[in-house]
Each structure stands twice: as C-alpha cells, then as structure tokens.
C-alpha cells in the first residue's frame, strides 16, 4: 500500500548545494534538515529548489556547497503558522541522495510526476501578452491519511484543458518544479521578498473513473 502511495508523487532532481544545512525538525529522534540545491533551466536561468534531508542520508555538519548532487523523491507541503495566517511551505522529501560527477545534457535534471485531486476550482487568465495560464492546486494523497498539496501551473492548451477541471478530479500530471520570487505587501511601508515553488506543467491527463 505504501508503495503504491509514493508512486504517486515521484521527483528526480539534479542541482549544485548552494547553502549550508540548516535544522528543521526532528521525527523519532531523527533530524532532518533543509539545504537549497540550483537547478538549470533550459532558459539560461535557475531554479533554488529546497530539499528536506535527513541526518541519516548525509553527513549534515559537512559544507557541501558547490557539490553536484541527484536527489530523488517527494514534493511535500506542510503549514506554516505566519502571524494570523497559514502559510504553504514546500520542499522535496528525499528519500535517496546521491553525488554526480557532471550533469548529462540530454538526462532531464528536474522531473516531477503526480496523481492527485483537484481540490480548488482552477483560476485561468490571460497575461497582457495574451499568453493563456491556469493555476491548479492537487491535493496528493501520503500514507497514513495524509496529504500534501501541491500548486501546479500550466500553459497554453494544457491551460484551457485544466480550466475545465471540476473539484474532486482525478488527474495526472508531468512536469518540473521551479521557484519564483515576489513581493508581499506587509504593511503600507514595508514589502517582503518571499520564493514560491511550484509544478510547471509539460503534460497533464484526466484520469477517468472506473465507476
């Protein structure tokens, strides 16, 4: 069953360390701590991805940064109490963590597969450009009753496809996980710089039901 479970959400990612190991919490008694890896893009750009680690995979007192690493398994989220308000916080669960000596061009350095739910109408809009985009949060199910809650963006006709999605649909979805920086308004003279990650998507597909 579990199995089953984590063929559900399944992530390949392949980055440099950019950032020293930082303590993030402990499950029975083990630690697991968050470390930030860059990612290309094809664009020239990159992507700063955050993985959640445990003491029991590496050696977190070492300073990896500059290190070329292969990380595989889950995007997760869990809420954050900020102030008033929950806050999605999202990283990748890494379950097996590997060093690269160099990174192949033609092996895809950043994939994400999910099976999921959606679980809030899609919002699709058009940029001044008018470039077609649908935001889509999929609810993934975990083992044990849990959840994670996975914001998914996606384009063109995979954008008029997705609008169509009702609530509670089952879907499939391809893709790769990028960061994006904006700009929160705290007050009236104060604004924050925050990162939001989310699944671009290459490939979606509406499972049917069986019933």
């Not at 990748?92 to 679980?119: A, K, P, Q």
């Not at 995979?158 to 609008?163: C, F, L, T, W």
């Amino acid at each position: 069953m579990i199995e089953n479970i984590i063929e559900n959400n399944k992530v390949t990612i392949v980055g440099e360390v950019v950032s020293e190991f930082e303590y993030s919490h402990e499950v029975y008694g083990e630690g697991f701590y968050t470390v930030d890896i860059s990612v290309n893009r094809l664009s020239n750009s990159v992507d700063i991805i955050p993985l959640m680690v445990s003491e029991r995979l590496v050696d977190v007192n070492e300073d990896l940064r500059g290190v070329l690493v292969e990380a595989q398994g889950q995007f997760r989220s869990y809420n954050r109490h900020e102030e008033t308000k929950n806050r999605l916080v999202l990283s990748i669960f890494v379950r097996e963590l590997n060093y690269v000596e160099t990174c192949d061009e033609h092996i895809s350095t950043n994939s994400i597969f999910l099976d999921g739910y959606i679980c809030k109408p899609p919002v699709y809009r058009k940029t001044p450009l008018g470039r077609e985009i649908a935001d889509v949060l999929i609810a993934v199910n975990r083992p044990y009753g849990k959840s994670d809650y996975i914001p998914c963006i996606a384009w063109g006709r995979n954008a008029r496809y997705a609008a169509g999605f009702s609530v509670g649909s089952h879907i499939q979805v391809n893709g790769r996980i990028q960061s994006r920086e904006y700009t929160k308004k705290i007050s009236e003279e104060e604004c924050v710089k925050r990162v939001a990650y989310e699944v671009s998507v290459s490939k979606i597909d509406l499972i049917e039901s069986d019933e």
